[in-house]
């Protein structure tokens, strides 16, 4: 019965079944694989098997795969120290030029030789005598003074009335009588006068307007002293504080 055993059946059969104890003189079947080698009484179970070699099992490299997904930002750093001082930089160029340095001053005084007398109409007191006249804010053709310098200012007007004529004049700011210089009908003359002081807007004029009267009216003045006077000036400036 032993005899028809080929070696390969008594290794499929060693594999599959249970080896029944005392048929077999060596229960390792892999010792009987080769059959040219004798089975080694000595042999240890505990002994490593031999090991299939994976390398040759191994494939050939795959592909490269694709790039993965771009991965979450990291924590923001500890902010740095501070670098060094940079070099000097260049000049800049020139600003633009400032507002010319406008004079905040104006001041006239004007005077009247001639007398004047009359009982037709207003009229302009006209100056024929120039004292000061600063910048010509006083126009001595139309004898108004005109605001160039807004702020507030002073006037006054000295007349000498006429004897036996009536005197009435107003200091005029544009078309407006702001003050009057008045003296009635007298057998003496006498110096008269009137002062203001004006808050001016600029363009605005201020001048001198005889009234008309029912009665003549007059103020007197002669080739040898002037007796009649007109001055003003800037007190404050509006724009400064
Ligand atoms: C496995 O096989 C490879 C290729 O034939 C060889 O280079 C390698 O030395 C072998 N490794 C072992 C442990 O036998
Ligand atoms: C006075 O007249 C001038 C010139 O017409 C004008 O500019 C100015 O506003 C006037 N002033 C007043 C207070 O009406």
Not at 45 to 73: H, V
Not at 135 to 141: D, E, G, L, P
Request: neutral net charge; aromatic residues 12%; hydrophobic residues 30%.
């Amino acid at each position: 019965m032993e005899g028809l055993w080929a070696p390969g059946v008594l290794l499929l059969s060693c594999l599959l079944l249970p080896s029944p104890a005392g048929t077999q003189p060596n229960p390792d079947p892999r010792l009987r694989t080769d059959p040219g080698e004798a089975p080694s009484p000595h042999h240890d179970a505990s002994q490593p098997l031999p090991q299939i070699n994976m390398t040759i099992l191994k494939g050939e490299k795959g592909d490269r795969g694709e790039r993965g997904m771009q991965g979450k930002f990291g924590k923001t750093g500890v902010a740095g120290s501070r670098g060094h001082a940079g070099p000097k930089g260049q000049k800049g160029s020139v600003g633009a030029p400032g507002e010319s340095c406008k004079s905040h001053y104006a001041a006239f005084s004007v005077g009247r030789k001639k007398p004047l007398h009359s009982n037709d109409y207003y009229q302009t007191l006209i100056f024929d005598t120039e004292f000061v006249n600063l910048y010509n804010h006083f126009n001595m053709f139309t004898g108004k003074f005109y605001c160039y310098v807004p702020g507030i200012y002073y006037f006054s007007l000295n007349v000498h009335t006429w004897n036996q004529k009536e005197t009435y004049l107003h200091i005029m700011r544009n078309g407006s009588e702001v003050v009057i210089l008045y003296a009635q009908v007298s057998d003496r003359s006498i110096m008269q006068s009137q002062s203001v002081m004006l808050e001016l807007r600029e363009q605005d004029e201020v001048w001198v307007r005889l009234y008309k009267g029912e009665r003549e009216n007059a103020v007197f003045s002669d080739e040898y002293d002037t007796y009649i006077t007109f001055s003003g000036h800037l007190i404050k400036y509006s724009g400064d504080p």
